[in-house]
């Protein structure tokens, strides 16, 4: 197990397609670790594989006190919309109200193979959604008001960690997203 960088927002992999797990094998129980003790280390109550760099549709939560981890999951988000403050460890220190569901049923794989469902609600929820949008490359600001979303890409680039994203030559690309987040479904 290691811990790996958090990308940043402004890194291409953010916004890039991910594959579907095909071998359950010793790589991906790996990957699966690095995930949650990367996560635990930050701390972060979530994280999506493609935030480390793997461009796999993997991701890890950390809830209530509960661990968890879902391969290749598919969403059933209720109607019911819950509002509150969101984050993203790929975007250090903001913060934005960001809607939800307020219920969700993610289906999925565990790390052996075995298929899996999880129920959330409030904040398993929405880290749920937030962390599944990573898989689909879409990142919360894209499911902000535009209003918010505007007053996010200036807090944003203003910050000094997108600097850093840009000096290592990452241009930062903004997404909007085609979904509407009171639609069911992702
Ligand atoms: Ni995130």
Redesign the pocket.
């Known amino acids: 197990m290691s811990i790996q960088p958090i990308r940043l927002f402004g890194d291409p992999v953010l916004v890039s397609p991910t594959s579907p797990v095909v071998d359950f094998d010793k790589e991906l129980r790996t990957l699966v670790s690095d995930l949650t003790e990367t996560m635990l280390n930050a701390p972060?109550a979530?994280?999506?594989a493609p935030?480390i760099g793997v461009p796999l549709r993997v991701f890890v939560w950390d809830v209530d006190e509960a661990l968890g981890h879902l391969i290749n999951p598919s969403l059933d988000l209720g109607e019911e919309i819950q509002d509150g403050e969101e984050?993203?460890?790929?975007?250090p220190e903001l913060r934005y109200e960001t809607p939800r569901s307020m219920k969700v049923v993610a289906k999925g794989w565990n790390m052996y193979g075995e298929p899996v469902v999880v129920e959330g609600s409030e904040l398993l929820a929405r880290a749920l959604q937030?962390?599944n949008?990573?898989l689909d490359g879409i990142?919360?600001i894209d499911r902000l008001s535009t209003l918010d979303r505007k007053i996010a890409m200036k807090e944003i680039r203003e910050s000094e960690w997108f600097g850093t994203a840009i000096s290592q030559g990452r241009s930062p690309r903004i997404k909007i997203s085609p979904h509407n987040p009171f639609e069911k479904g992702l």
């Open positions: 972060g979530g994280l999506a935030q984050g993203c460890l790929s975007f937030h962390e949008d990573h990142l919360f």
